[in-house]
């Protein structure tokens, strides 16, 4: 099976950085992606590690070390619309006995930006 | 706007009814999703569709039922549901040969249970 774990709470204030962290455990590994969702929205994707390292994409930063089976999402400058959930999710094997590769997903970090 | 439209975006049903949700995509996908998110619980894969197979996870009952009659709708017929099914109910849609973890999601239909 897929789990992840990170956060249920980060508060931050407005221009500070803040990390969302993200461990997981997965049978069949081939990356970790980051969403956005906002109260009432859509989630949107925010980036995508398949190998070790930093992938740099404007204020925001995803990392991932696949040793550790960990990875972190990164945002500075904080401002006040960042104020949203954050999902992680393992892109594995899932539900499916086949090929296809799914997206779980963790339960998601609440950021709160306070001004 | 994300190209993929999902309605109704609020519906309330007694559990006898018998109700569907629809979603239409507008990118071109040939990959369809329906996952359930509940107030702080992880996102729940319910059910794929691609041109390599459908995808049933198995812990979903079968008071929901899938149809995808053609590459951009994507329908959920429900029938005797239950409180606990009372969640948000989220679409998505992909390429299925893309590999960036990308999934492009409506903005859900707020199911609500009595």
């Known amino acids: 099976g897929q789990s992840l774990e990170q956060p249920s709470e980060v508060t931050a204030v407005e221009g500070a950085i803040v990390q969302i962290n993200c461990t997981y455990q997965?049978?069949?590994?081939?990356?970790l992606s980051w969403y956005q969702q906002h109260d009432g929205g859509a989630p949107t994707f925010l980036s995508y590690?398949?190998?070790?390292g930093l992938e740099e994409t404007g204020r925001f930063s995803s990392f991932l070390s696949r040793s550790d089976s960990y990875g972190y999402l990164l945002l500075q400058e904080l401002q006040m619309k960042d104020s949203a959930s954050y999902f992680c999710?393992?892109?594995?094997?899932?539900?499916?006995?086949?090929?296809?590769?799914?997206?779980?997903f963790g339960s998601g970090t609440q950021l709160t930006v306070l001004p | 706007e994300t190209g993929v439209t999902q309605t109704p975006r609020h519906l309330v049903m007694g559990m006898t009814n018998k109700k569907s949700l629809k979603c239409e995509q507008h990118?071109?996908?040939?990959?369809m999703y329906w996952y359930k998110q509940s107030a702080k619980k992880p996102l729940e894969l319910m059910f794929v569709?691609?041109?390599?197979?459908?995808?049933e996870n198995n812990s979903v009952p079968s008071r929901f039922s899938p149809e995808c009659p053609n590459s951009s709708h994507l329908f959920l017929h429900l029938h005797t549901l239950q409180p606990e099914d009372s969640a948000l109910y989220l679409c998505?849609?992909?390429?299925?040969?893309?590999?960036?973890?990308?999934?492009?999601f409506g903005e859900g239909s707020r199911l609500t249970v009595l």
């Open positions: 997965t049978s069949g590994f081939y990356g």
């Open positions: 990118l071109g996908h040939n990959a």
């Open positions: 999710a393992v892109r594995g094997r899932g539900i499916s006995s086949g090929s296809a590769r799914q997206l779980t």
């Open positions: 998505a849609s992909k390429y299925s040969t893309t590999n960036t973890g990308e999934l492009f």
């Open positions: 569709y691609s041109l390599e197979e459908r995808v």
């Open positions: 590690n398949a190998l070790d």
